[in-house]
């Protein structure tokens, strides 16, 4: 099956950045749009971001749209997701996903159409 290890979480103060990096198996990582997702204690899993086959479209929750980045590198099949300017909302679990190839739309972040995930990394924000 498809494997997806997530990495780069860590402890980091308000204001400053962190980069995520998922590391996905198979070669067929062109063929799938990819997502992040987050979930912080008590909280529902949500939607961050997500980026097309090639790169060339990113969606992003709107709370970090200018401050994050998703960005793929297809030669070395990982996602990457950087983060600038962390706030007290973004401490969470983060988890890379797998968009599933019957999804038809141009992106989703409705986590019943991602067909793999990662085990996550953790993010800490400390003051």
């Known amino acids: 099956q498809v494997q997806l290890v997530e990495s780069g979480g860590g402890l980091v103060q308000a204001g400053g950045s962190l980069r995520l990096s998922c590391a996905a198996s198979g070669r067929t990582f062109s063929n799938y749009r990819m997502g992040w997702f987050r979930q912080a204690p008590g909280k529902e899993r949500e939607f961050v971001a997500a980026?097309?086959?090639?790169?060339?479209?990113?969606y992003y929750k709107d709370s970090v749209k200018g401050r994050f980045t998703i960005s793929r590198d297809n030669a070395k099949n990982t996602v990457y997701l950087h983060m600038n300017s962390l706030q007290p909302e973004d401490p969470a679990v983060y988890y890379c996903?797998?968009?599933?190839?019957?999804?038809?739309?141009?992106?989703?972040?409705?986590?019943?159409?991602?067909?793999?995930w990662g085990q996550g990394t953790q993010v800490t924000v400390s003051s």
């Open positions: 996903a797998r968009v599933r190839a019957s999804y038809s739309g141009s992106y989703t972040g409705d986590p019943k159409e991602y067909d793999y």
């Open positions: 980026i097309s086959r090639y790169g060339g479209n990113t």
